[in-house]
Nanobody
Framework: QVQLVESGGGLVQAGGSLRVSCVASGRAFSTYAMGWFRQAPGKEREFVAVIRWSTGFTYYADSVKGRFTISRDNAKNTVYLQMNSLKPEDTAVYYC????????????????????WGQGTQVTVSS
């Protein structure tokens, strides 16, 4: 069994910064990519960012490009999301997820392509 555990969420004022982390543990699995998604109340889960595990190449949603940075530490099986210049509309539960095999998509952005999910961490940005 594979577990993804997020941490680092919280309350921050608009314009502030926050970093969330996700640690993968459990049985060994190959990782094709890891991504971050978010879901606000009453809205669908949306893609935020993804990182290809072997190359470190990244891809972002337009709404966060230039403000958020995804990175990974292979040795620690950890993926990070550094969030700067936060806006109230960034308020959501943030989920990390893992893709274990190539899906035909260079940068998986669709939730159904992901094999494992964390439980989520709340990020609230006050105005």
């Amino acid at each position: 069994q594979v577990q993804l555990v997020e941490s680092g969420g919280g309350l921050v004022q608009a314009g502030g910064s926050l970093r969330v982390s996700c640690v993968a543990s459990g049985r060994a699995f190959s990782t094709y990519a890891m991504g971050w998604f978010r879901q606000a109340p009453g809205k669908e889960r949306e893609f935020v960012a993804v990182i290809r595990w072997s190359t470190g190449f990244t891809y972002y949603a337009d709404s966060v490009k230039g403000r958020f940075t995804i990175s990974r530490d292979n040795a620690k099986n950890t993926v990070y999301l550094q969030m700067n210049s936060l806006k109230p509309e960034d308020t959501a539960v943030y989920y990390c997820a893992a893709v274990t095999r190539p899906s035909g998509s260079i940068y998986p952005t669709t939730p159904r392509l992901y094999d494992y999910w964390g439980q989520g961490t709340q990020v609230t940005v006050s105005s």
